[in-house]
């Protein structure tokens, strides 16, 4: 199902900034809709959102109505790490998308959210009920969702001033070569390939930092495991800072080009540690979610097991890292 409205603009400014105004959606969705493919301008078809209208031009948006999920629809569960009357933090399994969007057709984390009557904060609208923070569909990991909209202001303000972090565990192809490796490229979208983001240098990147700590190597010492510090929260961070010093996560079907790589049902990349400050107490917390049984079979079959339970402590992993980034 789907509704076309259609509006006319009476002074120039960009396409999104109009939608926005006319529209009771976020920013980030009208971008959505734009980049999707859902808008008209004099009835031709633009994917820019930044295109500068002229007075007097008409706009027309087709909005898509979200598939009502029904509770039989959704296949998965989501293991619950923490709960409280202000938050939840969860383990998002691989696979499942974390909102509704016009292109996203499977049940996601905010349809099971919604049908396990967890109560959730309004201030990301309509499809991201509760989603202070996103991980890619094949991310696997912990998540900390807002159930109040005052939780869900401290939490994002948390997000923008560093106070809140997390740490990834990835396995990694071919191995690093220092045990401390720090990247701080800007990232903008790929101009070859608009799936894939990529460093780049030009005004519409953003700064983005990563470190990366080796915590073990494999048996046949062609694969790594390592643990990602992220500074930024940018789109594919992680994979496109690998990237730039050509190395790739394993199961990364867009960035990882190696034919003869190991295979991986899934790509190898788990939020693995989350920190903030309660909305309410205001203690620090920490949490740390498990991996799932294909990531955890598939490093149980390369590593050594005894060196990867010891550096896979939560409190080894944090130590590992200068202080000043926690």
Known sequence: MSEIKSFVC????????????????TRSQIAALIKSGFVKVDNKATTKNGLKLKEGQSVLIEIVQAKQTKPQDIDFDVEILYEDDDI?????????????????????????????????????GQERHGIV???????SGAMVVAKTNEAHEFLSLQLQDKTMGRYYLAVINPPLKEEL????????????????MACSNSSKSKSAKTMFKVLALSNDENLQL?????????????????????????????YAQSPKMDKSERILLHAY???FIHPKSKEKLFFSAPLDSVTKDFIEKKFDM???????????ILRGFPTTTI
């Open 10 to 25: 009476n002074e120039p400014q960009r396409l999104d900034a109009f939608l926005a105004s006319q529209l009771d959606d």
């Open 88 to 124: 939840l933090v969860i383990n998002k399994p691989s696979g499942v998308t974390v909102h509704p969007a016009p292109s996203v057709k499977e049940p996601t984390l905010v349809d099971w959210l919604k049908h396990k009557d967890i109560r959730l904060s309004t201030i990301s």
């Open 133 to 139: 923070h996103r991980l890619d569909k094949g991310t």
């Open 181 to 196: 490796t720090t990247v701080e490229l800007n990232i903008g979208r790929s101009t070859h390939n608009r799936l894939k």
């Open 226 to 254: 390592v643990a990602c510090k992220l500074f930024t929260g940018r789109t594919h961070q992680i994979r496109v800072h690998l990237e730039s010093m050509n190395r790739h996560i394993l199961g990364d079907h867009i």
């Open 273 to 275: 540690i989350i920190y």
């Open 306 to 316: 005894e060196q990867i339970n010891e550096v896979t402590d939560t409190s080894t």
